[in-house]
């Protein structure tokens, strides 16, 4: 083979000049990470259910979604969570590999079979399948520095403006915001209700039938009759628009021909949809959009395309609203990944000079050199072939690999002018004759390394997927290297080396004359130490045995991890309170946590989310992310990210009515929200709750005795009082009262009724009917809520509603379709997980 290239050395650089290109082709398309795709592929199923807790959830929505969702292909688990905020979620993992959209089609046909079996409410709003990476990839805020517009009226702007453009960007797998967009809310008096004889299902009824488009058709519409010259479009009544014209909502004539309108007997403002979130930036009112990013996209590219767009949509902002980034991971990305390419630069720089100084012969020396860029270009190629990603390992695996892939080219070079040097011989026939010694000595090495590396590819588990790229990469590069060693390196030297005469030595002057006697100075020395070593080798080698069992004794002891924890400039705090604390006191100690990290010197942008957490949702729930300076910025152990959470500990422990949570992010966000580990404790016995919550503190209680573990809590919310309404059905009978009336009565009047929809601007809204704040802050107003009976008469709920005390859970979790736990925590410092 060698011969045939040296004899076409126009065909070895075409050759060489195709894998370029293949693989500078392959860098464009090769999708950008930190690290490789651990994580299995995921699908999310979302559905809400206004109003209702989480056992209800759990019984009507989450576990008929479930049951439906079993026997999907390459399933390889599937988690779900109710809480008492109506929000039912279901994520599904696959096995790697599963192609994410053919998985997706699979749950969403599965899902459809279901929806049949929902309420009737949650089918009116809509389940949502959709794919994206676990954790959030960007924050994307709006604020103002006069604070002229609040979190609603930011919250609707990028609902109506921003929201889509975004979702439309290629690589965004989710995009969820924080904060609301407008709705059209009815705040019901029901003192007001009942004086007038009226019920919420009235008010219900009356928006149903007066805020509607009413297709009227055409007159002249075919069939015509003969003659007729007119044909025109009729409009109709349309959809209300404004408060004013909701407000006039006829609901009653009384017999005496007055009215009753919407207005006297509710109060009608424009509000937000949804009031369970609030979101603030640096101490500003604010509303974000979280970022996912889509499987398989290109972080870097998705960032930067999300940032443009931004760009072109901040053109129409309102006056005095500004956009911020409080949370970029793919910067740490682009800096771990631009850090590496300098190594790999820098690697071949030092090459380039260290082959330079031996070889003393420029055109020597760039044989190898130019062998280097061909070899690591056509690993890109294998690369994109194998569906691997431009990562830290894959390109760690390349830094490693340069040292490998010129010693090739070294030995077929240093042979060439060894036997011009020794027999004169030109450098085509040297070349020849060199390449003739050699060829079986490069194929063995090249298969002594592969066999080195190459069984890192077929580990099992997350450790495999992570060390196959980094493997393949590196034997990539290597039998690259060896087909251009027996190809365009042999070309190469017998077209650019020049002739050598017969018996000539390195030089013997200058610098490389000075190198010469150095090298060959401590090659005469190092030489005279293995000799003696020979003489007293018992000695050497029980001293070689004793370091053999130190190391082996320091490597047992050392404690492992699967990744290190690393400063990614960005840090999460979950917050807490105990079940029932209102958003009030959530945002008293939200504030005082935000006040602290605005104070560090490290902090550059802070956002804070209420009413989300990692446990779950709930006015008692919080998290924020602090984005940190940029690493030259901060210098120094103590301006570390583990610096930052270190002092926030102290800070925050002195807090009783919160439990507040620092947590540096893990090396790789799909497999989970911070560093350590996460088990689920499950009911595969039926037991009941009861035993598992007995069981999990049990759990808890053991971990915190144990030295092995720290920071072992549940990730989720502790069961807590609740009130319980008992509608004794018997006495609602006698009276005349359906129990349909008192049921969407019940949720009408507390849990919110979604009626229709309206048309604001551009976009479409919601209307929704529920009590107004003061009616619903007892468990006493319950009697200030009536419903009507068969012969139109008033009758109060507390006639035959009882309200109680119990105790319940606001969250429950299912693992594979069981209940259980999730708990995380941290391996204890020297410990591994």
Not at 310 to 315: G, M, N, Q, T
Not at 361 to 388: C, D, E, K, S
Not at 466 to 479: E, T
Not at 580 to 601: C, I, M, N, S, W
Request: with cysteine; aromatic share 8%.
């Amino acid at each position: 083979m060698a011969r045939f290239f040296i004899d076409r050395p126009v065909f070895a650089w075409v050759v060489s000049i195709l894998i370029m290109v293949l693989g500078g082709l392959a860098i464009t398309q090769l999708p950008i990470a930190q690290y490789p795709s651990v994580a299995p592929p995921s699908i999310s199923v979302t559905a809400n259910y206004a109003g209702a807790s989480a056992e209800t959830l759990q019984e009507t929505v989450t576990s008929i979604i479930e049951q439906q969702l079993n026997g999907i292909d390459n399933l390889l688990y599937m988690s779900s969570s109710s809480d008492a905020s109506g929000l039912a979620t279901v994520t599904l993992y696959f096995l790697p590999g599963t192609n994410p959209d053919t998985a997706q089609v699979q749950v969403q046909n599965k899902v459809q079979l279901a929806t049949s079996s929902l309420p009737q409410t949650v089918q009116q709003q809509g389940v949502v399948v959709a794919k994206a990476t676990r954790n959030f990839m960007m924050f994307l805020n709006l604020s103002t520095l006069d604070d002229s517009l609040d979190e609603v009226a930011l919250g609707n702007y990028i609902a109506s403006s921003v929201l889509d453009p975004i979702r439309r960007v290629s690589g965004v797998g989710e995009a969820n915001m924080f904060g609301s967009q407008y709705a059209m809310r009815i705040w019901l008096n029901p003192d007001k209700l009942n004086s007038f004889s009226l019920t919420p299902a009235d008010v219900t009824a009356a928006i149903e039938n007066q805020n509607k488009h009413v297709p009227v058709g055409q007159v002249g519409a075919n069939p015509a009759v003969d003659g007729q010259q007119l044909n025109v479009i009729m409009q109709g009544r349309s959809t209300l628009r404004t408060v004013p014209e909701f407000e006039n909502i006829l609901l009653r004539t009384n017999p005496d021909g007055s009215r009753v309108l919407l207005k006297d007997a509710a109060r009608v403002a424009l509000g937000a949809e949804n009031y369970g979130t609030k979101a603030r930036v640096n101490g500003h009112p604010s509303a974000a959009v979280a970022i996912k990013l889509s499987p398989s996209a290109n972080a870097l590219k998705t960032a930067e395309a999300i940032r443009k767009k931004v760009r072109e949509l901040s053109k129409f902002f309102p006056p005095g609203v500004r956009v911020d980034y409080p949370l970029d991971t793919s910067t740490f990305v682009k800096i771990s990944i631009e850090e590496v390419l300098q190594t790999l630069v820098e690697a071949i720089i030092l090459v380039f000079l260290v082959m330079y100084l031996f070889l003393q012969n420029i055109r020597a020396t760039l044989i190898p050199t130019i062998v280097v860029p061909v070899a690591l270009l056509g690993t890109f190629g294998a690369m994109q072939a194998f569906g691997f990603s431009i990562n830290v390992l894959t390109m760690f695996g390349m830094v490693l690999a340069i040292g490998i892939l010129v010693d090739d080219a070294i030995v077929v070079v240093e042979n060439v002018e060894r036997i011009m040097a020794e027999e004169g011989l030109p450098p085509l026939e040297a070349t020849r004759k060199a390449m003739d010694q050699i060829t079986g000595a490069l194929i063995g090495i090249s298969l002594v390394l592969t066999a080195v590396f190459i069984p890192m590819a077929f580990f099992s588990g997350s450790v495999g997927t992570i060390y196959r790229q980094f493997s393949l990469a590196l034997v990539s590069s290597m039998l690259f290297s060896t087909f251009l060693a027996m190809s365009l390196t042999p070309a190469l030297c017998a077209t650019l080396l020049k002739p050598i005469p017969k018996g000539h030595n390195h030089q013997k002057h200058g610098l490389f004359g000075w190198f010469n006697r150095s090298f060959a100075k401590a090659t005469t020395s190092y030489q005279s130490t293995v000799a003696r070593i020979l003489r007293h080798r018992r000695i050497f080698m029980a001293l070689f045995a004793v370091i053999v069992f130190l190391v082996g004794f320091i490597y047992v002891k050392m404690p492992s991890s699967f990744l290190p924890g690393e400063d990614q400039g960005y840090f999460i705090t979950n917050i807490q309170l105990p079940v029932g604390a209102t958003q009030e006191r959530t945002d008293h100690v939200l504030k005082q946590v935000e006040e602290y990290f605005l104070k560090q010197p490290e902090i550059e942008s802070f956002i804070t989310v209420a009413g989300f957490s990692f446990n779950g949702r709930g006015q008692n729930s919080a998290l924020s992310f602090g984005r940190l300076k940029d690493w030259s910025e901060r210098k120094g152990a103590e301006h570390t990210v583990q610096a930052v959470i270190k002092r926030a500990f102290g800070r925050f422990s002195s807090i009783k009515d919160a439990v507040i949570f620092p947590l540096n992010p893990p090396a790789i966000a799909e497999l989970g929200n911070s560093t350590g580990f996460d088990l689920q404790l499950q009911d595969l016995g039926g037991l009941g709750h009861e035993k598992l919550l007995e069981a999990r503190n049990q759990l808890l209680e053991m971990c915190g005795r144990s030295k092995l573990v720290v920071g072992v809590r549940v990730q989720g919310l502790d069961d807590a009082s609740q009130l319980k309404i008992d509608v004794d059905e018997g006495k609602a009978g006698a009276l005349g009262v359906a129990l349909a009336d008192i049921n969407s009565t019940l949720q009408t009047s507390f849990g919110s009724a979604y009626v229709n929809n309206f048309i604001n601007g551009n976009r479409v809204q919601r209307v929704i009917v529920q009590l107004d704040a003061p009616y619903r802050m007892s468990p006493d107003d319950i009697q200030r809520i009536f419903v009507r009976n068969r012969t139109g008469t008033m009758v109060p709920l507390s006639a035959f509603c009882t309200v109680r005390w119990v105790y319940g859970s606001p969250q429950l979790q299912n693992y594979n379709g069981f209940p259980a736990y999730e708990i995380v925590g941290v391996a204890a410092p020297g410990r591994s997980t």
